[in-house]
């Protein structure tokens, strides 16, 4: 395994980028985020690869979002504030089939690139769910918006707007996820889904994919940074991000009542 903390793996024709950060359970940092961008692009362009597979290193995680440290940010200043995340619309925009492997957690920004993914395999201890209401994390746009295509409007209300979490089992009955395997089985049954993908006429499943992005279209042109101007602008500058993560990495619940 490498010591990188993102790296990209190929092998028959399956290129495979791996979050390797396993003590904070996968969770990225900004630099992360771009490293794993710059990744996507290169096995998009790779003429060896068929099939892209995203993961996390080891079973516990297969990434938790944003590292909370790096969201509360030095000084005051979150990292969200100067971070350009286009990971989940390169995934959509990608011209070649994407697999989300997760083998446990998959929150916050780990669960939503999971369902942006084309595909999504499952260990059965997997837990998935979203918390940025709950520390304080403004996700929104397109990241939120499309979770309604995948889950319809009340549950993906529900996913976002109460932060539970959610089994793999449940995850499956909710459309989250395609397949859920025993953990052993993880890597035999994305290879399955992979083998039959690449025996398919690679142009027929650009053409596709393609398709499914023009239904998304709609929605991917308001992003993040966008609806927080929008509703929020000077969110960033407030105490409330700052309750949330402190919360958060104080263990204890967080008291959003002075800020409704």
């Not at 201890?125 to 889950?151: C, D, E, K, T």
């Amino acid at each position: 395994m490498s010591d990188k903390e993102i790296y990209y793996e190929v092998k028959d024709y399956v290129g495979t980028i791996t979050i390797n950060r396993q003590k904070s359970l996968n969770a990225f940092t900004g630099d992360n985020i771009v490293e794993m961008q710059r990744l996507l692009d290169v096995a998009s362009a790779d003429k060896n690869v068929g099939v892209i597979v995203l993961t996390g290193a080891g079973d516990r995680a297969f990434c938790v979002g944003g590292d909370v440290n790096w969201e509360k940010g030095a000084g005051g200043k979150s990292g969200l504030e100067d971070l350009n995340f286009t990971f989940n619309r390169q995934i959509v925009e990608c011209p070649k089939p994407v697999i989300a492997r997760v083998s446990g957690y998959a929150i916050g920004g780990g669960h939503h690139i999971a369902y942006f993914c084309d595909f999504t395999v499952a260990a059965d201890h997997s837990i998935f769910g979203q918390n940025g209401p709950r520390v304080g994390s403004p996700a929104g746009g397109y990241i939120v918006s499309h979770s309604a295509n995948v889950l319809g409007h009340k549950r993906a209300r529900e996913l976002w707007m109460l932060c539970r979490r959610y089994n793999a089992a449940q995850a499956l009955d909710w459309g989250l996820v395609n397949s859920v395997v025993p953990k052993e089985k993880l890597d035999e049954e994305v290879r399955k889904y992979a083998d039959e993908l690449l025996s398919l006429s690679p142009t027929c499943l650009r053409i596709v994919k393609r398709s499914f992005y023009h239904h998304m279209q709609p929605i991917m042109a308001r992003d993040m940074k966008e609806l927080i101007e929008e509703v929020a602008p000077n969110y960033f500058k407030t105490e409330e991000q700052q309750e949330g993560a402190n919360a958060f990495l104080q263990k204890r619940k967080p008291d959003f009542s002075r800020f409704r």
